[in-house]
């Protein structure tokens, strides 16, 4: 009996040994398989995406190996952590298969995507990020508003009204604007329904520069009569959707008799 245990020993130590040479073994291929064969380089680390608009992004593949991989690998864009896309941002995809394929994706910004830095990097569609992350920069369409001091005024037939209007810059706008006088067309700004008598002073087209969006409009009029209130709009020449209403009220001025008494002198 002793004898058969001095044969068995030499086996079982021998046993213990494959059985963790196995073990070793599938540990290392788990590590592999989680791991993409595979990274994704983008042409550059920033971009800068205005709402609306879209940019192309490319995308290039470099295989562990140097060598094709077995399948194409479908590329898409994520936030740097993996997570979907922020909201207002949308990503095609891109099949890649040989080292050094290039491909390219379009990151489209909507016209309600939020200003502002966001960090995006390459990842396996559905999958695992694959490559550095980038910094996309959306930025504002460049727009302005105009706003009037006053929304009314009552004057004499014959006097002149005048307000300050004001143009307000957002997104980097930097641009001059023309603004004109407007008259009424049922509740829409239109220059042909502007009242006979009522002009702006100096002209349509009054100027408003970059760097100095106020500035004094002035309404003329040359009525010989009143008792009328217009309803009119000042704002860009070629924008209409900015202008704002200005309710013109024009009096008939009232005249008193006073007897000259020179002559009684």
């Known amino acids: 009996m002793e004898a058969l245990r001095k044969v068995m020993r030499p086996w079982r130590k021998l046993s213990v040994v494959v059985v963790a040479a196995v073990a070793a073994t599938l ?6 398989r989680a791991t993409a064969p595979y990274t994704v380089s983008t042409d550059s680390g920033s971009y800068s995406i205005q709402q609306g608009d879209s940019h192309d992004i490319s995308v290039t593949l470099t295989t562990g190996d140097g ?4 399948t194409p690998a479908d590329i898409c864009l994520a936030s740097s952590d993996g997570e979907p896309l922020a909201s207002g941002l949308s990503a095609g995809d ?12 379009t990151l489209s910004v909507s016209s309600g995507a939020s200003p502002g830095n966001y960090t995006l990097a390459p990842v396996e569609c559905g999958g695992s ?3 550095d992350p980038f910094t996309v920069t959306v930025t504002a369409v460049p727009d302005y508003s105009f706003d009037l001091t006053d929304g009314s005024d009552e004057i004499l037939a014959g006097q002149s009204s005048t307000v300050s ?3 307000t810059p957002t997104g980097g706008f930097s641009s001059g604007v023309d ?4 008259g009424d067309n049922s509740g829409s700004p239109d220059l042909a329904s502007l009242p006979s008598g009522v002009t702006l002073h100096g002209g349509q087209n009054q100027a408003f520069t970059s760097g100095s969006y ?7 009029t040359t009525l010989a009569n009143g008792g009328h209130t217009y309803t009119l709009y000042l704002g860009p020449c070629n924008d209409t959707s900015k202008a704002q209403q200005y309710s013109l009220t024009v009096d008939t001025p009232s005249f008193q008799f006073a007897p000259d008494q020179s002559s009684y002198e």
């Open 67 to 70: 060598n094709p991989l077995a």
């Open 27 to 32: 540990v290392v291929a788990h590590v592999t």
């Open 94 to 105: 891109a099949s890649l298969q040989d080292n050094g394929d290039s491909g390219t994706i």
């Open 165 to 167: 209007g004001t143009i």
């Open 214 to 220: 106020t500035h004094d409009l002035t309404i003329d």
């Open 129 to 131: 990020v694959v490559g």
């Open 179 to 182: 603004v004109c006088l407007f």
